[in-house]
């Protein structure tokens, strides 16, 4: 008795593998009928014996290629026909597309070991791949997802690839990026005015120059590389010298997992992402290692790692036998430069050689940075290996939206029925370059979802490059979002949670309500609307946003408000320049030029500005990163703290911690010792703060969110000190920071426009 049955499979099932590996198991199962791409995702006619329909559907649920991901599955009966065995269809284009392109998947192990066999027709060939890995939202110049529109249409197959792109048997059966020496991309080595040198073998000559302590610029899967050699302090000083770059931290590619230990400290969840398919730069505490300059994260027990994702990679750290710095190829802070005219352009007087190649990337994307908080990880940058990943909504939005996003570490956010795709990383947007690439960024989603948005969110901030952004738009329906509300939004959305929930956000700076700058909330949150409950004592900026590059301002405004004007051996304080002390003393007295800030973010870098003697932040964040750091690991107690009521809202008062920790540093305690009680002090008082807040409007689910919690001690602390109360979440699939915020804007614009 034969029957029929449609499957129609929705999530991430384009360009990883699905549909070979579902001509497979149907031929296996003697099924006849058919698999195809369409607009919502795979589907599959299937006609034969119950038995093995019944088993079709069971592996489907259960088993798949690595790289995919099904959000839903739905089968119905259809009346039974002929079919001439089983086959893969042509798929169907279509409007309403709801299926985006997949994210970049890096080498999968089967590929890596055909380079490095010199029998393999691939042997040494850096752009191998298959259905399971290789380039793909990169390379992406429309939907749905196939090679005629990826920019792999130029290169035609040899009959070999061709061969194996037809044999739905094969590993590279549809693989839309396949090719080999014979008929796909080369490499091309350019010295620095871009003259070919018509090297034999670039790679090897790129190693034997970065050995030599050379900047090479390599062109990678979503922009160039400038790679030196990570070993030598030369190399690394002529890179930041050039790249005017001084003490930012530069990521570093080592070989494999072996190599990743001897720098590093590296637990299992921490390994799990540095090889995860994703690959991205993961950060872990650095080991005191001789492979390693110190000039490649000066003054930072941290260090950024990450594996090879492609094959290039793979052979390139192969024939250098050291680590690598790769950072992303700019000028300091302008976007990651991608196309081939525009690095020789920009890059000649950082670069000694260009390692390039005729395949173009069509998206640029950066590498994406996590680390691993509370045993899991948590995105600090959310590009490459990500991006466009669809994040699914527990409802669907009404119309579709674009969200804009924030200021700095920019990310934009489109949703359309049940999912939100985040886009990549672009940036600090107060760059023309870096707007630039937005705009086109945006274009380029729209067109890969096939979604004009209806409803555009923006934040409140009304200097924000994205607001003007926004307000430019030509959609009518636009929708202002408080900074943290956003924030508090995001993680509702990635967590799918319903109702009000207690969101605790702290972060560097977002304009408030009442127009000053907030940044230490408790808020009572849901998609619609918030109430703020509790808040920090704020601190004045002297000389507003020149205060966070000099936070020894922040430091002396703390002094000041701590001791009522009259702190203890101001001069005692190293960071505190005394000329430019005085000044910045009577400016605070008089109120003039000093905005207040309720920013956590602040508080760190005044406090560590006054314990570890640095006044001067080199890039944003910079101190206050060393002092969540500073924190010793055996190191525990407790400073006393204030909790004021004004009407409605909590205020936390950190005078008296202020007070006491100045005294302990005045008294020759350990930096190390003094910022580990400050972590413990801020993780009992927001506890205690919440305990009040949750008394006051109900005990809700509580989320942590807001860039301060990169910070692994105080996310871990606050986390564990809360869950007796309830549950309590943190980010998993979109940063905590600025960098997650769209996805909350596209919750809240969603729920206030229904
Ligand atoms: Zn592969
Ligand atoms: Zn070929
Ligand atoms: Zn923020």
Not at 55 to 84: C, F, K, M, N, Y
Not at 172 to 186: D, E, S, V, Y
Not at 486 to 494: D, F, L, M, P, Y
Not at 587 to 596: C, E, T
Request: include cysteine.
């Amino acid at each position: 008795m034969h029957q029929g049955r449609r499957i129609e499979v929705v999530g991430i099932v384009q360009g990883v593998g699905f549909r070979p590996w579902v001509y497979r198991v149907a031929t296996q199962l003697g099924l006849q009928g058919q698999v195809r791409n369409d607009v919502s995702g795979v589907t599959v006619e299937a006609f034969g014996e119950p038995s093995a329909l019944d088993g079709l559907v069971q592996a489907l649920s259960s088993d798949h290629p690595p790289a995919a991901e099904i959000r839903s599955l739905r089968w119905t009966e259809i009346p039974p026909r002929e079919a001439a065995g089983f086959v893969i269809a042509p798929s169907l284009p279509g409007t309403g597309r709801r299926v985006s392109i997949p994210a970049d998947l890096a080498t999968c192990p089967a590929c890596v070991e055909e380079i490095f066999d010199p029998s393999d027709r691939r042997h040494r060939y850096p752009f191998t791949n298959c259905t399971d890995c290789g380039p793909r939202f990169t390379i992406a110049l429309d939907a749905p997802y196939d090679r005629p529109v990826t920019s792999m249409a130029g290169f035609v197959m040899c009959d070999a690839c061709q061969r194996e792109y037809d044999d739905p048997l094969d590993r590279r059966f549809h693989a839309q990026p396949n090719a080999c020496p014979r008929c796909g991309p080369r490499l091309q080595l350019l010295d620095a005015h871009g003259r070919d040198l018509k090297s034999a073998d670039p790679l090897h000559e790129v190693a034997a120059a970065l050995r030599a302590g050379s900047v090479v610029a390599v062109k990678g899967l979503g922009g160039y590389h400038l790679a030196v050699d990570a070993s030598s302090p030369e190399a690394v000083r002529l890179l930041r010298e050039r790249k005017r770059r001084d003490a930012k931290p530069f990521a570093v590619m080592v070989r494999d997992l072996r190599e990743a230990r001897k720098l590093a400290t590296i637990s299992e969840p921490e390994a799990k992402l540095l090889e995860s398919v994703e690959r991205p730069v993961v950060l872990l505490r650095a080991k005191r290692a001789r492979a390693l300059a110190p000039e490649v994260a000066p003054d930072n027990p941290l260090v950024g790692l990450m594996l090879p994702y492609t094959p290039l990679h793979h052979l390139l750290l192969a024939d250098v036998e050291r680590p690598l710095v790769m950072t992303s190829a700019n000028l300091s802070d302008e976007p990651i430069v991608f196309e081939e005219a525009e690095a020789l352009d920009r890059l000649r007087d950082i670069a000694d050689l260009f390692l390039t190649h005729d395949r173009p990337i069509v998206t640029r994307c950066d590498d994406s940075v996590a680390r691993v908080v509370a045993g899991a990880p948590v995105l600090l940058r959310r590009s490459r290996g990500w991006v466009p990943r669809p994040i699914p909504l527990a409802r669907p939005v009404a119309r579709p939206v674009l969200a804009c996003g924030a200021q700095l570490k920019n990310t934009f956010c489109l949703a359309a029925g049940d999912v939100a795709v985040l886009g990549p990383h672009v940036g600090d947007l107060d760059q023309l370059e870096v707007h630039r690439s937005y705009e086109e960024s945006i274009d380029r989603m729209q067109r890969f979802l096939g979604c004009r948005p209806e409803v555009i969110a923006y934040d409140l901030h009304p200097d924000y490059a994205s607001t003007r952004y926004a307000l430019d738009r030509p959609e009518p329906v636009k929708v202002a979002v408080q900074h943290h509300h956003a924030h508090v939004a995001s993680a509702i959305a990635e967590h799918h949670l319903d109702g009000p929930v207690i969101g605790v956000v702290f972060d560097g700076t977002g304009y408030g309500t009442d127009g000053s700058a907030w940044g230490g909330e408790v808020l009572v949150a849901s998609a619609g609307a918030f109430q703020r409950c509790a808040t920090l004592r704020p601190v004045a900026l002297a000389g507003g946003e020149r205060a966070i590059r000099e936070p020894w301002r922040i430091g002396l405004a703390l002094l000041l408000d701590a001791y009522d004007g009259d702190p203890p051996g101001l001069w005692n304080f190293p960071a505190i320049p005394e000329a430019a002390g005085v000044l910045v003393r009577q400016a605070l007295a008089r109120g003039v030029n000093a905005p207040k800030a309720h920013g956590m973010g602040r508080l760190f870098d005044g406090v560590g500005a006054l314990v570890l003697g640095r006044g001067t932040s080199r890039y944003e964040g910079e101190v206050a990163l060393a002092w969540n750091l500073a924190a010793g690991a055996g190191a525990h107690g407790r400073y006393p703290f204030g909790i004021d009521s004004r009407g409605a809202l909590l205020e936390l008062d950190l005078r008296p911690m202020v007070r006491a920790l100045v005294e302990e540093h005045l008294a020759g305690v350990p930096a190390g010792h003094l910022s580990a009680k400050f972590h413990d002090t801020l993780v009992h008082a927001t506890a205690a703060l919440v305990g009040m807040v949750r008394e006051r409007a109900g005990g809700f689910p509580m989320v942590l969110t807001g860039g301060c919690f990169q910070n692994a001690r105080l996310a871990e602390g606050l986390k564990a000190a809360l869950e007796p109360e309830g549950k309590v979440y943190l980010h998993r699939q979109v940063p905590p920071g600025d960098g997650g915020i769209a996805l909350g804007q596209v919750m809240v614009a969603d729920a206030t426009t229904r």
